[in-house]
């Protein structure tokens, strides 16, 4: 019973310090040698590996208590000790096997993932070929028992706003930190297109290319995005960047060239939340949005992230037009730019766009015209009229917004 009882604690230390693990802990264990490679192989395939570590825990769980179930059996006339027994089994196993080691193992999980790695990994091997069968029992069981289970929202903006709410008395304060709560669970919901920086709004360049040739083309203004994008040699799609705003005199005496970062290419209908999680795990500071072909139709930079957390408007006017998205003009009469998000409309006015596929005011425009909106144009959305005003390219367009 000891044995077994080393062998849980052994499971749930590895489960915690296996899956403690930040990014930051992870590059490092990278150049640790062979125990480090193993650990981030071990941590290629997650879901698994935490069923092998699952598995394991119950079943050594399930002999203790056996043989645990057997002492008190043949104690069975000793009530008081069979009670203790059965008791002190359950306490030992929750405080020594499972709450002790995780404690333990999360303040340092890098030195215990090394420790725990070789064994790990000999019981993940043989475990293996079990693991696809009882992956397909798991999703088998959740589409027959429950199939229409959707995952609880793990924050709410209501959740949010009593907290805040709740730890101060600052009114202007709660109502910039409710503020910025509000842009954190936008993520989750605003799609990457939204927020995009269009393509055809970009400065990008062919190599080859001197750095001399490209501050000519730039002819001393600076792009919006702070950024020169660098194409592939043959195509038009984005490979690197370089942030001119980060660019110093130190750098530009080296080799200029190796200023130029990655990119991360992300899909057009993943959340904002997700692209900002990947900027993060990869150390990156740009992604370029491909559509449904593999096309590139804008980017995302995180200052724009970080712009739209901290910022009263959350849409790209201010950031590619220098405009306000909406600018009241008179009463119940809007100016709105052709950027202006149909999210910001069904906030402000509670009318529902769901059944169209455009994002923007624009977007819906050329959808409910057909064409091209020109000037003099006139759409009518249940209780909005939107009048077009004047049409300077694809984005840069003035609608006037009249509601009722």
């Not at 959740?159 to 910039?176: F, I, P, Q, T």
């Not at 393509?199 to 950024?227: C, D, H, V």
């Amino acid at each position: 019973m000891f044995f077994l009882l080393t062998c849980s604690a052994f499971f749930s230390l590895s489960e915690a310090a296996m899956f403690s693990l930040s990014q930051t802990e992870k590059r490092v264990l990278a150049e640790k040698g062979t125990l480090g490679k193993l650990i981030l192989q071990l941590l290629e395939q997650p879901e698994r590996l935490l069923n092998s570590i699952l598995l394991g825990n119950l079943f050594v769980n399930l002999v203790f208590f056996t043989l645990a179930s057997v002492i008190v059996f043949r104690l069975g006339d000793q009530g008081s000790l069979a009670w203790g027994i059965g008791v002190g089994s359950l306490f030992v196993v929750i405080i020594f096997a499972d709450v002790l080691p995780k404690i333990v193992s999360v303040r340092a999980p890098q030195f215990f993932a090394l420790w725990v790695c070789v064994p790990l990994s000999i019981f993940f091997r043989a475990l293996r070929p079990v693991l696809p069968v009882l992956s397909f029992l798991n999703l088998l069981s959740r589409r027959l028992i429950v199939p229409n289970l959707e995952p609880e929202p793990y924050l709410r903006v209501g959740d949010l706003e009593r907290a805040v709410a709740l730890s101060g008395d600052d009114a202007a304060l709660l109502k910039r930190e409710q503020r910025s709560l509000q842009n954190i669970v936008l993520l989750s919901d605003m799609e990457a297109a939204e927020l995009m920086r269009p393509r055809s709004w970009l400065k990008t360049f062919r190599p080859p290319i001197t750095f001399a040739q490209m501050l000519t083309e730039l002819n001393g203004t600076l792009p919006r995005s702070g950024y020169c994008l660098l194409t592939e040699p043959d195509s038009d799609e984005i490979v690197s960047a370089l942030c001119l705003t980060r660019l110093t005199a130190e750098k530009l005496e080296t080799d200029w060239e190796k200023q130029f970062e990655n990119v991360l290419y992300v899909p057009w209908c993943i959340s904002v939340a997700e692209v900002f999680d990947r900027l993060q795990q990869t150390e990156q500071k740009i992604a370029v949005v491909v559509n449904e072909f593999g096309e590139t139709i804008g980017i995302i930079t995180m200052d724009d992230i970080i712009a739209m957390l901290f910022t009263r408007e959350q849409g790209r006017s201010r950031g590619l037009l220098d405009r306000r998205e909406m600018n009241l003009i008179s009463p119940n009469c809007w100016q709105l730019t052709g950027l202006t998000s149909l999210r910001t409309l069904e906030r402000r006015f509670g009318v529902s766009f769901r059944q169209y596929s455009s994002l923007t005011v624009g977007g819906l425009l050329r959808e409910l015209l057909e064409r091209l909106p020109h000037t003099g144009d006139v759409c009518q959305v249940e209780t909005l009229r939107f009048q077009v005003e004047s049409v300077a390219d694809d984005y840069d367009t003035v609608i006037h917004l009249i509601q009722g």
